[in-house]
C-alpha cells in the first residue's frame, strides 16, 4: 500500500513539473529566465503593501510592456493576507512608466511608484 502510494505521489509530481517546466513566450511578449536581462519595465513589478485610511491594502503591479501597466488593488491586504474577494472585489489601474516612475491614474486610486515605493493619492 506504502509502494503505491508513493508511486503515486512520485507520478503527480514528475506531471506537475513537466507542466510547470517550461515557460511559454506569448506572441510579441518576451520570457525572462535571468533578471539581469529585463527590460526597464520589470523592477516596478510586484507586491506592494500598506495601509490606506487605516485599513491594510494590498497592490499587485503588472507589467504590461512597453512602459505600461497594471495595479491591481486588493483592499485588506495581498491575496493569503487579509483580501477577501467575497467582500472586496479587485479593481484595475492603469499606468504608465517616465524614467524612473510609474503613475498610476483611475477612478478607485491614483499613485506614483518610485524608488520601490508606491504612494497612493487622494
Known amino acids: ?11 503527480v509530481a514528475l ?3 513537466s507542466v510547470m517546466g517550461k515557460a511559454e513566450e506569448k506572441k510579441g511578449q518576451p520570457v525572462y529566465t535571468d533578471p539581469a536581462k529585463t527590460d526597464e519595465d520589470f ?13 491594510r ?8 510592456g512597453k512602459g505600461k501597466f497594471d ?7 495581498l491575496p493569503g493576507e487579509g483580501w477577501d474577494k467575497k467582500k472586496n472585489p479587485r479593481d ?3 499606468g504608465t512608466r517616465e524614467g524612473r516612475t510609474v503613475t ?3 477612478q478607485a486610486l491614483g499613485g506614483n511608484l518610485a524608488d520601490g515605493t508606491f504612494s497612493v493619492m487622494g
Open 43 to 55: 523592477p516596478f513589478q510586484g507586491e506592494y503593501t500598506g495601509t490606506v485610511d487605516g485599513g
Open 1 to 11: 500500500m506504502v509502494k503505491k502510494l508513493c508511486r503515486l505521489l512520485l507520478a
Open 92 to 94: 484595475k489601474v492603469p
Open 15 to 17: 506531471g506537475v513539473g
Open 71 to 77: 495595479a491591481v488593488l486588493c483592499p485588506g491586504g
Open 57 to 64: 491594502f494590498g497592490i499587485q503591479v503588472v507589467a504590461l
Open 104 to 106: 498610476f491614474a483611475g
